[in-house]
């Protein structure tokens, strides 16, 4: 059995090239969207609608980064604003039909890359997997 130190420095390095792989991953499957543009359309669309507070809370982003890239994504017609009606002074972000189909067809791209990567991997080891990063998730929320 290994040591906790050993599996803590083994655990580092391997989120490291996991999180490398997902930005090199994610400009092959959405090259038309950066991550951090397709995880905010993403937000949006699993949650309806949301502020721009919002995004930047979920995400922990400065208010300008998330400013930056809410004009990008209206430029490129992937979002709509619409007035808040519980307050005028703030706009309800929501993805556009545009936005919705990109996001759809990169998901099915990304889905179909997790299936081949997992092509050798029984449904139990998916699953424990599933659950270790969920219980890993879950503890940042804490």
């Given at each position: 059995m290994p040591?906790?130190?050993?599996?803590?420095?083994?655990?580092?390095?391997?989120?490291?090239?996991?999180?490398?792989r997902?930005?090199?991953?994610?400009a092959?499957?959405?090259?038309?969207?950066?991550?951090?543009?397709h995880?905010?359309?993403?937000?949006?669309?699993k949650?309806?609608?949301?502020?721009a507070?919002?995004?930047?809370g979920?995400?922990?982003?400065?208010?300008?980064?998330v400013?930056?890239?809410?004009?990008?994504?209206?430029?490129?017609?992937?979002?709509v604003?619409?007035?808040?009606?519980d307050?005028?002074?703030k706009?309800?972000?929501?993805?556009?039909?545009?936005g919705?189909?990109?996001?759809?067809?990169?998901?099915?791209?990304?889905?179909?890359?997790?299936?081949?990567?997992?092509?050798?991997?029984?449904?139990?080891?998916?699953?424990?997997?599933?659950?270790?990063?969920?219980c890993?998730?879950?503890?940042?929320?804490?």
């Amino acid at each position: 059995m290994p040591d906790r130190d050993a599996s803590m420095d083994v655990i580092q390095r391997e989120f490291t090239r996991f999180a490398r792989r997902a930005r090199q991953k994610a400009a092959q499957l959405h090259p038309e969207l950066s991550l951090v543009a397709h995880s905010m359309l993403d937000h949006m669309d699993k949650n309806g609608s949301c502020h721009a507070a919002d995004l930047a809370g979920h995400f922990l982003l400065d208010k300008s980064t998330v400013s930056r890239q809410i004009a990008m994504l209206e430029a490129e017609g992937l979002i709509v604003r619409e007035p808040d009606p519980d307050d005028h002074r703030k706009q309800i972000l929501k993805a556009s039909e545009k936005g919705l189909d990109l996001l759809t067809g990169a998901n099915r791209r990304r889905r179909a890359s997790f299936e081949r990567r997992f092509t050798h991997w029984g449904d139990a080891d998916v699953a424990q997997l599933a659950a270790y990063l969920r219980c890993y998730n879950a503890a940042e929320d804490d």
